[in-house]
C-alpha cells in the first residue's frame, strides 16, 4: 500500500488531498463540519482491496482553493464541477468511484447527474437524494428543527462570529448533536479545528449554505430543474440509525425508480451523522463489496 499526498487543481484553484494505494480510483468528498481526514479509516481500507483511494480538500477548506469572497462559486453544483474535473483527472479516460458524505454525498448526486460517464458507482452516506429530503421534510417536519442551523448560518457575521467563539465550541456541539454518544477521537477534533482557523475557511465553508438557500441564483434555478431527473449512477446510500441531522426516515421516501442502474439503502444501527468514523470496519466491508460489485 502507498501513502502520499497529491494536488488536483481546477482553473486557478489548487487542492490538496491524501491518497493511499493503486488500482481504480475511489474519490472520497468530505462534509461539514469535517475535512479530508474523515476518511482516515477508509483510505487504508480500500488501498488493502486494491484501489487507489483518495480524499481532496475540498473548495474553500483551504486558502489555495478559495479565489474571490464570491458567493455564488460555492453552490452545489460548483463544487460538482470541481469533482468532475477530478474524475477526469484521475481516471485518465476510465470512470471512478464516488463517495460523498454530507456536502460530499449533495456535490455526488449533482455530479452523477451532470456527467454519468465519468462514474461508476456512487456512495453517498448521511445525506439522502434531494427529491426524497423534500418529500421527507413535509412528512417528518422533525427535519426543520434538526435543519435550524442552515438558517442560522444565513446570519452573515454573526454566525461566523458565534462558530468560532470558545475554540469553536459550536463545532463540538454539532458532533455531539449529531452523531449521540459517539467518543471521537480528541486530536481529530484538534486537526478540524487547526482546519477552520485557517484564512477564510470558515467563510468559505458557510457559504456553501448561503449559495444553496439562495433561491436567485442561476444555479440554484437549475438544481430545481434537476431535483427529480433520473441517475443512471449505480447508487449505495448510507444513513445511521441516530443521524440528529438528517432524520434517517426520510430515506424511506427514495423514488427508487430514479436510479435508473440501481440503488440499494443501508441503515447502520448504532451510529450517526459520521456513521464512516463512528463504525469503520462495518462500513469499510459495506464500500469494498459495494465497489466489487462495481468494477
Not at 444565513?154 to 455531539?176: C, P, S, T
Not at 427508487?256 to 451510529?271: T, V
Not at 450517526?272 to 468514523?277: E, I, K, M, R, T
Amino acid at each position: 500500500m502507498t501513502k502520499s499526498e497529491l494536488e488536483l487543481t481546477v482553473g486557478d484553484h489548487r487542492f490538496s488531498a491524501l491518497s493511499s494505494g493503486t488500482g481504480e480510483t475511489v474519490l472520497c468528498l468530505h462534509g461539514f463540519p469535517d475535512h479530508a481526514r474523515s476518511y482516515r479509516h477508509q483510505l487504508p481500507a480500500l488501498a488493502d482491496a486494491g484501489y487507489r483511494a483518495v480524499s481532496p480538500t475540498l473548495r474553500g477548506y483551504e486558502p489555495s482553493s478559495q479565489g474571490r469572497r464570491h458567493v455564488p462559486e460555492y453552490h452545489p453544483l460548483q463544487l460538482a464541477a470541481d469533482a468532475i474535473e477530478w474524475a477526469r483527472e484521475l481516471g485518465g479516460g476510465e470512470p471512478i468511484h464516488l463517495i460523498g458524505h454530507d456536502w460530499g454525498a449533495l456535490v455526488a448526486y449533482n455530479a452523477c447527474l451532470l456527467a454519468p460517464e465519468l462514474f461508476r458507482s456512487a456512495t453517498t452516506i448521511a445525506v439522502p437524494p434531494i427529491h426524497a429530503f423534500e418529500v421527507g421534510i413535509r412528512r417528518y417536519p422533525v427535519q426543520l428543527r434538526n435543519s435550524w442551523y442552515t438558517i442560522f448560518f444565513q446570519l452573515r457575521g454573526l454566525a461566523d462570529a458565534v462558530v468560532a467563539a470558545r475554540d469553536y465550541a459550536f463545532i463540538e456541539k454539532l458532533w455531539r448533536d449529531w452523531s449521540p454518544g459517539w467518543a471521537w477521537e480528541p486530536e481529530e477534533m484538534t486537526s478540524l479545528k487547526d482546519t477552520l482557523r485557517q484564512p477564510g475557511v470558515l467563510w468559505s465553508a458557510l457559504a456553501y449554505y448561503r449559495a444553496t438557500l439562495n433561491p436567485f441564483l442561476a444555479d440554484s434555478r437549475r438544481s430545481s430543474e434537476m431535483i427529480r431527473q433520473p441517475n443512471s449512477v449505480p447508487t449505495l446510500a448510507i444513513t445511521g440509525a441516530l443521524d440528529g441531522c438528517m432524520d434517517t426516515r426520510i430515506y424511506d421516501c427514495v423514488d427508487q425508480s430514479l436510479f435508473l442502474n440501481g440503488y440499494e439503502m443501508a441503515r447502520i444501527e448504532g451510529a450517526g451523522h459520521f456513521v464512516h468514523q463512528e463504525k469503520p470496519d462495518e462500513i469499510n466491508r459495506l464500500l469494498i463489496a459495494w465497489l466489487a460489485k462495481h468494477d
